[in-house]
């Protein structure tokens, strides 16, 4: 594992600065409460901070831990995730929730009182269906899985990792079943990620999406030499690319006082509370721009994380809306901003600064042209736009085949190479490229995956909805001033938590239903530019 920098959670530094706590106001705990809803509340609280604990070894399984701890790590996080899971589906949560029916139907629905119980009823209602030991053996194996898919990506071989795999096939199977579901299994999984949506409008619209897509991609690739990124190549220290991701974080407004940045094999966000938000990323030296856009990707999580109301911690309204609106806000700033022309304008002297002789010649209209340089390619985070949406629908396809049992796990490198010739006209030259480089199958994340795609729509959606408020934030991202799309991030999504489903809260926050259009106009306009179409 890499070193932890030390200083990294320490230092401040200069950057935006905007408040993170916009839930000073709550009235969680309104004068009138009945004694049931104080015990809850204390219920809740001890619920998340196993919970919070469990993501704390999570954190360090990954940034710290020997290898030799991974056997005692999976029954630890066996061990929480029970207990966890014990204490929320317990009958007397049951209980205070049905005697606090008659109360909570007096409450303005927008309170947040009102909207504690109703989420906190609809998460007990589901976790009720799944046994306690169903989900131990789920943490236990995620570990498993997690040590196994780590041999396996160094030896760049399917083989190692398959056994854990199948094993935590089976475990999801159990447990959507045991959720339940209307139309299709994978509904059930899809559900503890995206409330509300089904697979069906996940397909519908992935479809869509593919159609405005494919002309595009045909377009650009007649078209490659119009865009170079060669200088982007070379010799690039990997301490001076660490200095540049904090600089990063912290012209954004990711808040160092609360949070911190670290190394692991793939970049992920830890989020224990508002104020103590984790990142980590990792750097490659031989090139520019994959550890920046994932510290900024991470960072927009993190931002999120830090935004939501101090005031609802310690209960299941502290929580994104979805994965698809916390990816919304990774991928906004990851690209939307971190891929602008303005963010250039602003941050490459800074880049050009740390090397000179390396970025020699290039100004910031280069850089901003080398960093959108569009072509199809085998490896999922460092897609470009136009593509990342494919790779996304290629593993969307193969989880429904494993879940429904149409793809037995011995044949997935095989399906994994035929789909990635087929959407991108590309062929993994061995599973490290291939089926290996993602991690969430290793932690059975099946259903989490098009949260990716549905965070990139979200996020020009939200983007379109913040243009017509505020029309001057390119010029001030350009100043170098990032505060004002915080801000209104932080008034549209971040100080609503969890309150309102995915759905709901894309239509308060845009006016509109989710959709593909606003993403569409984005890359044909942006892209267009770019290369002469």
């Not at 966000?269 to 994959?290: E, I, M, N």
């Not at 239509?507 to 606003?518: I, P």
């Amino acid at each position: 594992m890499a070193d932890i920098d030390a200083s990294a959670g320490a230092v401040a530094g200069e950057g935006t600065r905007v408040a993170g706590d916009p839930g000073n106001g709550s009235r969680l705990v309104p004068p009138d409460a009945p004694p049931a809803y104080h015990r809850l509340l204390e219920r809740l609280g001890q619920v998340s901070d196993l919970r919070a604990t469990t993501s704390l070894l999570h954190w360090d399984e990954e940034v710290n831990m020997p290898p030799g701890g991974a056997a005692a790590r999976a029954e630890q996080k066996a061990t929480l995730s029970r207990l966890a899971h014990q204490a929320f589906t317990a009958p007397e949560v049951g209980e205070w929730l049905d005697e606090l029916a008659p109360w909570a139907a007096q409450l303005d629905p927008e309170s947040d009182a009102a909207a504690l119980l109703r989420v906190t009823r609809r998460e007990y209602d589901r976790s009720r269906r799944v046994p306690p030991d169903l989900v131990a053996e789920l943490a236990r194996a995620s570990s498993q899985g997690y040590q196994a898919w780590v041999e396996a990506r160094a030896q760049r071989r399917f083989a190692p990792f398959a056994p854990a795999l199948a094993r935590l096939i089976e475990l999801r199977r159990q447990m959507a079943d045991a959720l339940g579901y209307a139309e299709e299994r994978y509904d059930a999984l899809l559900e503890e990620h995206e409330p509300g949506m089904r697979t069906r409008q996940v397909r519908e619209l992935f479809a869509r999406l593919k159609a405005g897509l494919l002309p595009l991609v045909q377009a650009i690739a007649e078209r490659q030499d119009r865009v170079r990124d060669d200088f982007l190549r070379g010799d690039f220290p990997e301490a001076d690319q660490w200095a540049l991701t904090l600089e990063a974080l912290r012209a954004i407004g990711f808040d160092f006082r609360r949070g911190r940045q670290d190394r692991s094999i793939h970049p992920f966000t830890a989020g224990l509370s508002p104020g103590d938000v984790r990142l980590t990323t990792r750097v490659d030296p031989t090139v520019f721009g994959p550890a920046l856009f994932s510290s900024l990707h991470e960072g927009g999580h993190g931002l999120y994380e830090q935004g939501l109301p101090t005031a609802w911690q310690r209960t299941p309204l502290a929580d994104g809306a979805s994965s698809a609106v916390h990816e919304s806000q990774s991928r906004l700033w990851e690209n939307v901003i971190g891929r602008s022309r303005e963010f250039w304008i602003f941050f490459f002297p800074k880049v050009q600064a740390r090397f000179p002789h390396q970025l020699a010649g290039v100004d910031a209209e280069a850089m901003y042209r080398a960093v959108n340089r569009s072509r199809p390619s085998l490896i999922r985070v460092d897609a470009d736009e136009v593509t990342y949406n494919l790779h996304i629908m290629l593993r969307f396809e193969l989880e429904l085949a494993l879940l429904d049992g149409d793809l037995p796990v011995d044949e997935l490198p095989a399906a994994w190479r035929e789909k990635t010739r087929a959407y991108l006209g590309l062929e993994p030259a061995d599973d490290g490229e291939g089926v290996l480089q993602d991690i969430h199958w290793s932690w059975g994340g099946f259903g989490y995956f098009p949260s990716y795609a549905l965070g990139n729509l979200i996020a020009l959606q939200l983007w379109e909805a913040a243009l017509r408020d505020e029309p001057a934030l390119p010029e001030q991202i350009a100043r170098g001033d990032l505060g004002g799309v915080l801000r209104w991030m932080r008034a549209h999504v971040h100080r609503h938590g969890a309150r309102y489903e995915p759905l709901e809260l894309v239509r308060r926050a845009t006016g509109s239903e989710l959709g593909e259009e606003a993403f569409l106009r984005y890359v044909r306009r942006k892209y267009g530019e770019l290369y002469g179409l």
